[in-house]
C-alpha cells in the first residue's frame, strides 16, 4: 500500500506507462459498468443494484487514489512549461512592439 501514497518515490515518470495506468485502466470500465448496472436495477428496485453501485463509488474511489498522484505531477510540469511559454511570449510581442516604434 506504500506504492499508492502521494507522492511516493515509486512514481518516476508520468511519459511512461506505469502499474498506475494499467490499473486505472481496468478500474475505470469496471466502475463506469458497475454504476451503469447499478443504477438501472436501482430504478427496478433490485437489491443487487445497491450493491454494483457502492461497488461502483468504491473502484472510482480506488482509481481516484492510485492515478491522482501522477496526473498532479502531470498537472504541475505542464503549468511551469505554460508559464514560460507565455514569460517568452509577452517578450517576443513586447521585442515586436519594440522594434515597431
Do not use: H
Not at 512514481?11 to 485502466?25: G, H, N, P, R, T
Not at 478500474?27 to 448496472?37: D, E, H, I, R, V
Not at 461497488?55 to 505554460?82: H, T, V
Request: glycine residues 4%; negative net charge.
Amino acid at each position: 500500500m506504500d506504492k499508492l501514497v502521494k507522492g511516493s518515490p515509486e512514481i518516476v515518470s508520468y511519459k511512461e506507462w506505469s502499474w498506475e495506468d494499467l490499473m486505472a485502466c481496468i478500474l475505470s470500465p469496471l466502475a463506469y459498468f458497475n454504476g451503469l448496472a447499478g443504477v438501472a436495477l436501482l430504478f427496478l428496485n433490485q437489491w443487487t443494484g445497491w450493491v454494483l453501485t457502492i461497488n461502483a463509488l468504491a473502484l472510482g474511489a480506488a482509481m481516484f487514489y492510485i492515478i491522482d498522484p501522477k496526473l498532479s505531477r502531470l498537472s504541475s510540469d505542464f503549468e511551469k512549461k505554460q508559464k514560460e511559454y507565455l514569460e517568452e511570449l509577452d517578450r517576443m510581442i513586447e521585442w515586436e512592439n519594440n522594434s515597431n516604434q
